[in-house]
Nanobody
Framework: QVQLVESGGGLVQAGGSLRLSCAAS????????MGWYRQAPGKQREFVAA???????NSADSVKGRFTISRDNAKNTMYLQMNSLKPEDTAVYYC?????????WGQGTQVTVYS
């Protein structure tokens, strides 16, 4: 049974930083691309950033220059360093990954940015 567990969310003032983590556990062979998505109240879930197993990254224009995605393959863990946070970054952040050909989602972690 594969599980994704996010952590690191919280309440932060605008301009501050948070670091999210997503750890994969269970029995599996290979983790492919990992990604972060977010969903604000009343809005659709949107792409934030992704990273391949080889370290190639991609991110949404809205977070470029502020958020950095990374991963530690030895720990089966992905990170999202979020700097210069804005109130519009407030959302539930979800991690998603392709493990052995199947897609999995984490339970989400709340990020709230106040001005």
């Amino acid at each position: 049974q594969v599980q994704l567990v996010e952590s690191g969310g919280g309440l932060v003032q605008a301009g501050g930083s948070l670091r999210l983590s997503c750890a994969a556990s269970g029995t599996f062979f290979r983790i492919a691309t990992m990604g972060w998505y977010r969903q604000a109240p009343g809005k659709q879930r949107e792409f934030v950033a992704a990273i391949t197993s080889g370290g190639r990254t991609n991110s949404a224009d809205s977070v470029k220059g502020r958020f950095t995605i990374s991963r530690d393959n030895a720990k089966n863990t992905m990170y999202l360093q979020m700097n210069s946070l804005k109130p519009e970054d407030t959302a539930v952040y979800y991690c998603s990954t392709n493990i052995d050909g199947e897609f999995y989602w984490g339970q989400g972690t709340q990020v709230t940015v106040y001005s």
